[in-house]
């Protein structure tokens, strides 16, 4: 299926652009959902029609608050599920580039950096007069 392990990483990063773009749908909707919700709670709250308006106001937005609730309990499972697969894809192609030396070398944005530790010599000199001395803010504010 992949010709080369370039074509596995095209492929890895396709599906995780993809993904996204469905896990921005779907996080776009739910807001889209969210946000009449909330504008129906708003107007129904601010009702003031005497013969029907106390009814509405007690009703409509207890109605509207469940339904916010169950909309959010229905779109959790697909966007979380969406946002693991982004997460397996990143753990392919980490692995992939990880795994190819060409790979790291091409399409590695970071910089191959070796961790050393750090030696005492390396480390800038402080005079001890800056670290010992407590700090005297009356004197510095000329408050005395």
């Known amino acids: 299926m992949f010709g080369s392990p ?3 990483l095209d492929f890895c990063r396709k599906e995780i652009h993809f993904e996204t773009a ?6 776009n ?7 009449f ?3 129906v709670y708003a107007s129904s709250m601010a009702n003031l029609n005497l013969v029907w308006g ?7 937005p207890v109605l509207m608050a469940i339904l916010g609730m169950v909309t959010s309990l229905r779109a959790w499972p697909g ?3 969406t946002y693991q697969i982004i997460d397996h ?4 192609q980490r692995n992939l580039v990880e795994s190819n030396q060409v790979l790291t070398q091409a399409y590695d944005d970071t910089p191959s950096v070796r961790r050393t530790r750090v030696q005492p010599d390396a480390l800038p ?4 007069v800056f670290i010992t001395k407590p700090l005297d803010f009356q004197h510095a504010l000329g408050v005395a």
């Open 79 to 81: 966007i979380k599920a």
């Open 6 to 8: 370039k074509d596995r």
């Open 54 to 60: 106390e009814f509405f106001t007690l009703v409509v």
């Open 89 to 92: 894809w990143y753990f392919k």
């Open 37 to 39: 919700l909330v504008i």
């Open 125 to 128: 000199k402080i005079p001890a």
């Open 22 to 27: 469905l896990l921005s749908d779907r996080t």
């Open 29 to 35: 909707a739910y807001l889209a959902a969210q946000s």
